[in-house]
């Protein structure tokens, strides 16, 4: 007899009574809305609708909730964001998503249109413009990429864009937009490639950050749109990234974010005519998540961290927009607030209030009358009282390093240790799992599983050390960040060791299957979503896109000659528990041909493997059916070998 079927029968004899069948609709329904900003008057909302297959962005009437102008890309695409350039005319930023896990990725489209859906027009686009939205693309002579850099508050005409050509040696530049007719002017070139600029309240061009194909992050600044570039930080030099965050109001301070050799990253004034630099925020484990503003003003005023919850911290706590956020946190004290956007002159603002149970709020409040009421909920079909607590928990990995995650545990569950799901996230570097709903988690847990989400080294979010330990180390000390954390979880009685299987799409599915590799005994199945199990191949394709990619490959994933032994492909061998992979055959990010590669490489080995593939999808599953499918599969798959509830 095999050694899984004797895991497999060990396993039957432990599962306990499978709980209620699991409704997957309300996992599986679209929202209705993700972002929201209120316009300067306060007349309407721009609001972000998910369809199937694409974004879109409505403008409503607040008076009677009608919906007066919209705009649309074609499939896969969805909008990056969106900026009330005046009173009456919205400028939108596109990017394309080919997938339910797939990242954005910004295209350089801009589109701008009133907020009554006249004058809409097609402002810049790497596939040329014409004089409308909501229209397929048309072909350009000179292929362009735009991203809005600065809207302009006291320029009711023009936004600021950066603007980067497609040639061999690219550069870019920054130009004066007029968003009515789309004329360009120039105001600045960047003195390095990739560059992302920063502009003070007058809107000069003062801090340009890049980096060449050596992948070196360079800072350069300069003290207005005449003066000549100045290289202010050199990665190389210093081991430090610095990224611009703004300026105070006299233009005379600077906010940088700053790496630190150990531990989260620090936000630091720089007084521009001395250059004595003072520390203002930092946290003790994590790094600035996103930075406060002045309501009405670009100003920083503070950060807001998440670690075992999301908190506001602010540079001085007597400024009145600290005054205000402390004043409205005591009325959502279980929740994240942040306020989105404000009318330009401060009376209403759109605040965001969410939590691990609870997708998202959004709340108008008037300052005048202290009032808050609310106006749209994300997912509001989901009740926050009957979704499972997420708490957060840290370990030491077997080297000393301290580990930071999440465990969403079933309401009202037992006391004594329960099945437990692994659940890696994507990327892997710079990406990380957080504080917030995670709807995965969520509908695992309603089927009675634990789940445990660790932000194993190379994660984001704890500082540039933590996020290079990573480097190199798929298969190596990356994956045993994961295997330390499930032997805690059993250790603190969190998990029965006998009902373990570790899930993820993407990285963490290469990661659930070398977990099952590298520990044969450690798990009882593995589950892999749109997955890439050939590292030498994922090599060879990104290191021919450009040479800068080939630079961060050999870098972060390692040399191609040492790849085929950290790939589950390779080590198919050793897998000795079920596995479970689907994937789209339209997936450009993780192509298909690795799941079938690693199907065959399972077969040939003797292990149970069940696939499930859907050639028109991408990097995740789009289509409701597609989904219902997917995840019916996934839980039955896991019921089978865990214990737990399956699909209705």
Not at 226 to 237: P, R, S
Not at 273 to 302: F, K, W
Not at 417 to 429: D, R
Not at 495 to 505: S, T, V
Request: net charge neutral; aromatic share 10%; charged share 25%.
């Amino acid at each position: 007899m095999k050694v899984w079927k004797v895991c497999i029968a060990v396993a039957a004899m432990l599962v306990a009574a499978p709980a209620a069948a699991v409704d997957l609709a309300p996992f599986l329904k679209q929202d209705r809305l993700e972002k929201i900003k209120i316009s300067p008057t306060g007349e309407y909302y721009a609001v972000t609708m998910p369809l199937e297959d694409r974004t879109a962005l409505v403008v409503i009437r607040r008076s009677d909730k009608q919906i007066t102008a919209n705009v649309g890309g074609e499939k896969h695409s969805v909008v990056d964001d969106f900026w009330w350039a005046n009173n009456e005319r919205i400028v939108v930023s596109m990017a394309e998503k080919y997938g339910s896990e797939d990242q954005p990725y910004a295209t350089g489209e801009l589109y701008a249109i009133n907020a009554d859906g006249s004058q809409a027009k097609l402002l810049v686009s790497p596939y040329g413009t014409n004089n409308s939205v909501n229209t397929v693309r048309i072909g350009g002579p000179e292929p362009r990429a735009a991203f809005l850099i600065d809207d302009l508050p006291n320029d009711e005409r023009h936004v600021l864009i950066s603007m980067r050509t497609f040639s061999a040696n690219p550069m870019t530049n920054v130009e004066r937009l007029n968003i009515y007719n789309g004329k360009l002017w120039r105001v600045a070139s960047a003195p390095i490639r990739r560059a992302r600029f920063a502009t003070d309240s007058k809107g000069a061009v003062r801090f340009a950050r890049g980096a060449g194909n050596d992948n070196i992050s360079k800072l350069y600044y300069r003290d207005s749109n005449e003066a000549e570039w100045q290289l202010m930080n050199d990665e190389a030099k210093t081991h430090r990234v610095e990224m611009p965050l703004g300026f105070s109001a006299d233009g005379r301070t600077a906010y940088l974010q700053v790496e630190q050799p150990q531990g989260p990253d620090a936000i630091v004034a720089v007084n521009l005519d001395s250059g004595d630099r003072r520390e203002l925020l930092r946290d003790e484990t994590v790094d600035p998540y996103a930075i406060l503003h002045q309501h009405n003003a670009a100003e920083p005023v503070g950060a807001l961290f998440t670690s075992d919850r999301a908190r506001n911290r602010f540079f001085d706590e007597t400024l009145p927009t600290a005054r205000m956020y402390r004043a409205l946190e005591k009325a959502f004290p279980d929740s994240a607030l942040f306020i989105t956007s404000a009318t330009r002159d401060g009376r209403l603002l759109l605040l965001s209030v969410w939590s691990d149970r609870n997708v998202g709020d959004f709340f108008l409040y008037d300052a005048v009358k202290k009032r808050a009421d609310r106006v749209f909920s994300r997912r509001e079909w989901l009740d926050p009282a009957l979704m499972a607590p997420t708490r957060a928990v840290k370990l030491a990995a077997r080297d000393g390093l301290a580990l930071h995650g999440f465990l969403t545990v079933p309401r009202n569950a037992a006391t004594e240790p329960l099945p437990l799901v692994v659940m890696p996230h994507g990327g892997p570097f710079g990406v990380f799992d957080d504080w917030s709903f995670d709807n995965e988690a969520q509908m695992l847990a309603q089927s009675g599983y634990a789940v445990l989400r660790i932000n194993f080294r190379g994660s984001g979010n704890y500082g540039r050390a933590f996020y290079h330990a990573g480097a190199r180390q798929w298969g190596g000390d990356m994956q045993h960040d994961l295997t330390d954390a499930t032997r805690w979880a059993i250790e603190q009685k969190i998990a029965d060791p006998q009902r373990i299987c570790i899930y993820g799409a993407s990285y963490g599915a290469y990661a659930a299957m070398m977990g099952a590799a590298m520990e044969p005994t450690l798990y009882r199945c593995a589950a892999g979503y749109v997955g890439v199990y050939d590292l030498p191949a994922m090599h060879k394709d990104d290191a021919g896109v450009t040479r800068w990619m080939e630079t961060w490959a050999n870098e972060w994933v390692g040399e191609r000659s040492t790849l085929a032994s950290r790939s589950p492909t390779t080590l198919a061998g050793n897998i000795k528990v079920p596995v479970f992979m689907a994937a789209g055959g339209k997936d450009d990010r993780a192509p298909i041909s690795h799941s079938k590669k690693m199907e065959k490489a399972l077969k040939a080995a003797g292990t149970p493997v069940e696939t499930l593939y859907f050639p028109t999808e991408g990097h995740g599953f789009y289509t409701e059916p597609h989904r219902r499918e997917y995840y019916t599969r996934l839980l039955a798959f896991l019921g089978r070998h865990l214990g737990g509830a399956t699909a209705e």
